[in-house]
Nanobody, 111 residues
Framework: QVRLMESGGGLVQAGGSLRLSCAASKIIFSTKTVAWYRQAPGKQRELVAHINSDGTTEYADSVKGRFTISRDNAEAMSYLEMNSVKPEDTGVYYC?????WGQGTQVTVSS
């Protein structure tokens, strides 16, 4: 059974940084696109960033220049480096691979 596990969330002050991790098991990780989504309270889940198998990336306009998505195929891991965070970055962050979701990790940015 394929499993995705996010970690690294927590409480951070505005302007600070946080690094989220996504560990994937039992999947041919290197061939898959990896995406990070987030869901703020009372809002729909939205795409934050994704990274293709060839390493190309795309970001939501709201996080461009502040967040960086990366992947380590050897370890079947993906990372979301969050810098200069804002209160509006608060939400549950989810990893998505091969149409599968992790359980999410909470990020709370205080002003």
């Amino acid at each position: 059974q394929v499993r995705l596990m996010e970690s690294g969330g927590g409480l951070v002050q505005a302007g600070g940084s946080l690094r989220l991790s996504c560990a994937a098991s039992k999947i041919i990780f290197s061939t898959k696109t990896v995406a990070w989504y987030r869901q703020a309270p009372g809002k729909q889940r939205e795409l934050v960033a994704h990274i293709n198998s060839d390493g190309t990336t795309e970001y939501a306009d709201s996080v461009k220049g502040r967040f960086t998505i990366s992947r380590d195929n050897a370890e079947a891991m993906s990372y979301l480096e969050m810098n200069s965070v804002k209160p509006e970055d608060t939400g549950v962050y989810y990893c998505w691979i091969a149409r599968l979701w992790g359980q999410g990790t909470q990020v709370t940015v205080s002003s």
